[in-house]
């Protein structure tokens, strides 16, 4: 395998001290974790974040809204990846040198318990169709399935060689391991826990993204320098994208269905158009760009970049460059708290999190212009209700199923009012059955899923 490129690119005083207002992004406030963060994940119920400290052996849970240090969990030996389930509001950790996944309570804090899984667990899915938790054992080449309600074991897969990254279908309910040293794709129903397929792709696979819209799969390959594409019901190779220097970390933009891959040698990104599986074009980031997310409240693209301390911010229609934010030592992972629209940045290096804020967030809807902001919807996925963040200007919902087929339309929006020209409409979603459906709200359009 190429050896992983780390460049540090010094940026100017004068670039770092550019005023945020400029960009409406900022470096809100930096926080300290354990030693070696990494994996993150954010609890929407109770709006917290949680932070892996790789070398502390433990998780730091942080407050949403005020960015302070909740506590401190401690946890197995050299944690490295999470989850959360939002049906049993629990968070799962696995600990990769002690082979175990430790549950937390995500009201609590507090451990539930500890589940033994294979050697060196490294990565983690829910399954919220049948609430199930997969985990994949990187050395013993197979997947644990964890219960989400009563937290044993089910079962145990094997896979390919050295599996890495986790996804999860929910259209078809199918798992999906991409194993790095085999170089294929495992494919697991998630009902049953069988083995479907397996789909050979590219050399060294590091990341998987699903693209719901056209039900694909893609695949970055790090040593082919390219992107696998697989169809989602089929099974099937639809094609390889050649990408720039070590494919390393992928993820789909919903509204204007694009796939970006970040590749970690050439310090750029290749956008795919998700329709066509054709390349866009090609954006320069910063050095040893390895961690992606999309904020669909203003559809940008943040690209973390370990080799140069600092976060790129992509603008999701033009696909141009909005501003650099600096961050700590090796950012290598994202997360987003879309209540206050703050993207959160774990530096491995720096042994803290970079808070980046968004004016367009919520709490900052009464500076710009309530009318005009992009509605969330929240818990996602959800059982018997949703409940809408809106504008004022907003007085009917219609929610339509995949096919475009009008399931429901509210006209007398039942709402809690706030002083800041936000309602928080709380829908009931009685009589709507399991499956993935489309709320519009004005002009807005927001997919979500009602599971069992």
């Known amino acids: 395998m190429k050896q992983y490129k780390v460049i540090f690119i010094f940026l100017t005083a004068f670039c770092s001290l550019i005023p945020s207002f400029l960009f409406n992004q900022w470096l809100e406030t930096t926080?300290?974790?354990?030693?070696?963060?990494?994996?993150?994940?954010?609890?929407?119920?109770?709006?917290?974040?949680?932070?892996?400290?790789?070398?502390?052996?433990?998780?730091?849970?942080?407050?949403?809204?005020?960015?302070s240090v909740i506590t401190t969990v401690s946890v197995g030996v050299n944690p490295g990846s999470l989850?959360?389930?939002?049906?049993?509001?629990?968070?799962?950790?696995?600990?990769?040198?002690?082979?175990?996944?430790?549950?937390?309570?995500?009201?609590?804090?507090?451990?539930?318990?500890?589940?033994?899984?294979?050697?060196?667990?490294?990565?983690?899915?829910?399954?919220?169709?049948?609430?199930?938790?997969?985990?994949?054992?990187?050395?013993?080449?197979?997947?644990?399935?964890?219960?989400?309600?009563?937290?044993?074991?089910?079962?145990?897969?094997?896979?390919?060689?050295g599996p890495g990254p986790l996804l999860w279908n929910s259209i078809n309910n199918k798992v999906y391991c991409a194993n790095v040293n085999s170089s294929n794709v495992t494919i697991i129903d998630g009902a049953t826990d069988s083995v479907i397929t397996i789909v050979s792709v590219g050399n060294s696979p590091l990341a998987l993204v699903w693209n719901s819209f056209n039900n694909k799969v893609y695949c970055a390959n790090y040593e082919s320098d390219n992107?696998?594409?697989?169809?989602?019901?089929?099974?099937?190779?639809?094609?390889?994208?050649?990408?720039?220097?070590?494919?390393?970390?992928?993820?789909w933009n919903s509204f204007n269905n694009k796939v970006y891959?970040?590749?970690?040698?050439?310090?750029?990104?290749?956008?795919?158009?998700?329709?066509?599986?054709?390349?866009?074009?090609?954006?320069?980031?910063?050095?040893?760009?390895?961690?992606?997310?999309?904020?669909?409240?203003?559809?940008?693209?943040?690209?973390?970049?370990?080799?140069?301390?600092?976060?790129?911010?992509i603008d999701g229609t033009n696909n141009s460059v909005i501003t650099i934010i600096m961050a700590g030592d090796g950012p290598r992972n994202l997360v987003r708290n879309s209540i206050q629209n703050r993207t959160y940045v774990a530096n491995y290096h720096g042994s803290s999190i970079s808070v980046i804020r968004d004016v367009t967030g919520i709490e900052e809807s009464q500076k710009l212009d309530a009318s005009r902001l992009t509605p969330e919807i929240y818990p996602n996925p959800t059982k018997g209700v949703i409940l809408v963040r809106c504008p004022l200007s907003v007085k009917t919902v219609k929610i339509f199923d995949i096919s475009g087929k009008l399931v429901k339309e509210i006209t007398t929006l039942p709402s809690f009012t706030r002083n800041d020209g936000i309602e928080e409409i709380k829908i009931s979603l009685k009589g709507i059955n399991p499956a993935i459906y489309f709320l519009q709200l004005g002009t807005e359009v927001k997919k979500f899923l009602v599971v069992k």
Request: charge should be negative; aromatic fraction near 6%; charged fraction near 10%.
């Open 31 to 67: 926080i300290t974790v354990g030693i070696n963060p990494g994996g993150l994940v954010w609890n929407s119920i109770n709006n917290k974040i949680y932070c892996v400290n790789w070398s502390s052996h433990n998780v730091t849970i942080i407050d949403g809204a005020t960015n």
């Open 227 to 251: 992107v696998t594409i697989i169809d989602g019901t089929t099974d099937s190779i639809i094609t390889a994208v050649t990408v720039e220097g070590s494919p390393g970390a992928l993820v």
């Open 83 to 161: 989850a959360w389930n939002s049906f049993n509001n629990k968070i799962y950790c696995a600990n990769g040198s002690s082979h175990n996944v430790t549950i937390i309570d995500g009201s609590t804090d507090s451990v539930i318990t500890t589940v033994p899984v294979g050697d060196i667990p490294a990565a983690l899915v829910w399954n919220s169709t049948n609430n199930k938790v997969y985990c994949n054992n990187h050395g013993s080449n197979n997947v644990t399935i964890i219960d989400g309600i009563t937290n044993s074991v089910i079962t145990t897969v094997s896979v390919g060689d």
């Open 261 to 313: 891959c970040a590749n970690s040698e050439s310090d750029n990104l290749t956008i795919i158009d998700g329709t066509t599986d054709s390349i866009i074009t090609t954006v320069t980031v910063g050095g040893s760009p390895g961690a992606l997310l999309w904020n669909s409240t203003n559809n940008k693209v943040y690209c973390a970049n370990y080799g140069s301390n600092n976060v790129t911010i």
